[in-house]
């Protein structure tokens, strides 16, 4: 409205703009804006002792495992299908139409530990399109709040979310001094420039692929000691590629 009164103003159409310099925070609410629930991470050890020995269904229980390994976003998550899956070169390959923004696809290095929860997991719906099969043709897949119901029955109400990890997994990360742009780009968090994300998203995979890795050991290190400790990378940093 204002650019438009401008353009009057300037044109000779009316002599003032009658909004002068109101503002839109003059009349509308602020938006507050609300983080995902996540625990602290020093709270991770009790998490993964938590999510090992939930009494739910074996399928919600390898979802949050997997979730926990990737870090993915819960859409690609629910959503995901076992033609996506590369057992044998080790990935899974995201569709842009399951990621957020819908402009790139995703890649996402697996860990020793994450393809025994794959093939796990394949032992029990190998037979459905989906990874997370759901109950009948009106739910082809696991609900996006399975996760976050699983998580409240564990006594996590309000204190973690499927979409925590994500947080948690970058907070870690960075502490045990893996490179901000290897995290960066796993967390597929692009660059807003087309050229540059269309190259970004295939980018860093052998660094990716040790971090992932690092990252596993990591998770399983921390339920098998039951402490919270940091481990450096197993790899060179190079932090310019």
Same mark, same amino acid.
């Given at each position: 409205?204002?650019? =438009? &009164?401008?353009?009057?103003?300037? #044109? ?19 938006? %507050? $804006?609300?983080?995902?629930? +996540? ?8 998490? &993964? ?10 399928? %919600? ?10 870090? $993915?976003? %819960? ?9 996506? =899956? ?40 190998? #037979? ?9 043709? #009106? ?13 409240? +029955? ?16 970058? %907070?870690? &990360? ?16 692009? #660059? ?34 039951? $402490? ?8 060179? =940093?190079?932090?310019?590629?």
């Amino acid at each position: 409205m204002k650019q =438009i &009164l401008r353009f009057a103003v300037a #044109k000779g159409y009316i002599e003032s703009s009658p909004i002068g310099d109101t503002r839109p925070a003059d009349f509308l609410r602020s938006h %507050t $804006v609300e983080n995902f629930a +996540r625990i602290e991470a020093e709270d991770l050890p009790e998490l &993964l002792k938590k999510i090992e020995i939930y009494q739910g269904t074996p399928i %919600t229980r390898l979802g949050i495992k997997l979730m926990a390994f990737t870090f $993915v976003r %819960t859409t690609p998550l629910i959503l995901a299908e076992w033609s996506e =899956i590369d057992f044998q070169g080790k990935r899974w390959k995201i569709p842009k139409g399951r990621m957020k923004g819908h402009r790139f696809p995703h890649i996402v290095p697996l860990a020793h530990q994450t393809i025994q929860v794959l093939e796990l997991l394949r032992s029990i719906s190998g #037979k459905s399109k989906y990874l997370f099969p759901g109950q009948g043709p #009106k739910n082809p897949t696991m609900s996006n709040g399975t996760i976050r119901i699983a998580l409240q +029955r564990m006594g996590y109400k309000d204190e973690m979310t499927g979409h925590g990890f994500r947080s948690v997994a970058s %907070t870690i &990360l960075h502490e045990c001094g893996h490179a901000d742009i290897h995290i960066e780009t796993q967390m597929a968090h692009l #660059k807003k420039d087309k050229v540059r994300g269309a190259y970004d998203y295939a980018k860093y995979l052998v660094p990716r692929a040790y971090m992932m890795q690092d990252w596993a050991d990591f998770l399983d290190e921390t339920l098998r000691s039951g $402490v919270y400790k940091l481990i450096p990378p197993s790899y060179k =940093i190079e932090r310019e590629e």
